[in-house]
């Protein structure tokens, strides 16, 4: 479903990705693991069209993606949470999920997302700034599926939350799995990142420094120790 070849890519003068490559099949979960400043959410930027590469090649089911806009990323099928979530806090729950029900066909309705998250549910009519972090977590991700779409970019989902939050963020995202969902996950957990991937790919210093299955890794702890710090 999505290639992403030899990328290089840069925040002004200074060279951020150096020849990144990796593969996301269809249905598959790819975690994209590293230590901070890695090169892993520049890379979902990357592929997203918020910071294009300079040279490469990203091809995004078949369709030659690199530099194309966000807004024609996300028709294509591409929804992308970032680790700020992008909440908005003026608005409802309800408002929240409206602005992005119905802009792309698909199975991910209203509804649904409410059946995935029933808390969401019962504070529909609260503030998006009324949440705490978790429920704010959860209302993005449920904003990102309704969108419908075939691939679903996820940066640093549980970043800050509470142990009991991550364990139920993870039984979500399970079930979204299950469903079918394609998804490229950016994650300093390492524990919830191998539970869900089927497959790893290891950055560092703005390069792909190992990659194999979830279960391999787990057996790699000099690169856990290297590039990992676990």
């Known amino acids: 479903m999505l290639v992403v070849d030899n990328i290089h890519t840069y925040y002004g003068a200074s060279h951020i990705l150096h020849g990144v490559s990796l593969n996301v099949a269809e249905g598959a979960v790819v975690a994209l693991l590293g230590r901070n400043g890695a090169g892993k959410t520049t890379t979902l930027r990357s592929i997203i069209g918020l910071t294009p590469p300079r040279r490469g090649a990203i091809r995004f089911n078949g369709a030659d993606t690199a530099g194309r806009k966000p807004h024609t990323m996300t028709r294509l099928g591409v929804s992308y949470l970032p680790e700020t979530r992008g909440i908005l806090p ?23 997302v409410y059946e995935l998250f029933p808390g969401l549910y019962e504070r529909k009519s609260h503030g998006g700034g009324q949440l705490s972090g978790g429920e704010q977590q959860m209302l993005a991700i449920a904003r990102a599926l309704l969108l419908n779409p075939a691939l679903l970019l996820l940066d640093e989902p549980t970043e800050g939350l509470a142990p009991i939050i991550v364990r139920d963020i993870m039984a979500r995202l399970k079930t979204v799995k ?23 790919y290891v950055l560092g210093k703005g390069a792909v420094q190992w990659s194999g299955s979830a279960s391999e890794i787990l057996a790699e702890t000099a690169v856990q120790k290297t590039w990992l710090g676990v």
């Open 90 to 112: 003026s608005l409802s729950v309800q408002e929240n999920l409206t602005l992005a029900d119905g802009r792309r066909p698909g199975p991910w309705t209203l509804k649904r």
């Open 178 to 200: 299950e469903e079918g969902m394609t998804i490229l996950l950016v994650e300093q957990n390492f524990r919830f990142a191998t539970s869900i991937a089927d497959d790893v």
